[in-house]
Each structure stands twice: as C-alpha cells, then as structure tokens.
C-alpha cells in the first residue's frame, strides 16, 4: 500500500484511517519513531513487546545461558560493528 502524505505545519503528518485501522492504532496510542537506514519506522508498544519477548525468547528455553550475559555480548558485538 502506498500513500503520498504531505508534512503539514510543525511538521505534523496525520496517518490515513486506513492504514490505522490496518495496523490497529487506534486514537491516543503512542507510537515510537525511528529512524532506520534513512526511513523514518513508526512502531506500536504492542510491536517493540512482540519483537521483545520474540527475541528473548530462546534464552528463556536455555537455563544453562544467562540472558543478561547473551544481552551484554550482543551489544559489544553491535558496539564493536559502529
């Protein structure tokens, strides 16, 4: 589905009802904005929780793998990439 939107004053861009009612955003929902490889990303706090557990997920399978010493590799790991 592709929208042509206009940024209107303050820099504010309304989401069309279709594409709220597609991705179930509903009025008031709070929305986190990104910015990923030059596309701005506008994600859900039910999206970041299902990416959260899903990813998170195998280490709670693992007892024998401490979730918090996968989690600070991980990030010497992306640190080590910048």
Do not use: C, W
Request: aromatic share 4%.
């Amino acid at each position: 589905m592709n929208i042509t939107l206009e940024v209107g004053p303050q820099g504010r861009v309304v989401i069309p009802a279709a594409i709220r009612k597609l991705l179930g955003i509903e009025t008031g929902a709070t929305l986190l904005a990104t910015v990923v490889d030059g596309k701005l990303v506008l994600e859900t706090q039910e999206q970041l929780l299902k990416q959260f557990y899903s990813r998170f997920a195998n280490a709670r399978m693992r007892p024998d793998v401490a979730v918090v010493d996968e989690l600070i590799a991980e990030r010497r790991s992306e640190a080590a990439h910048e």
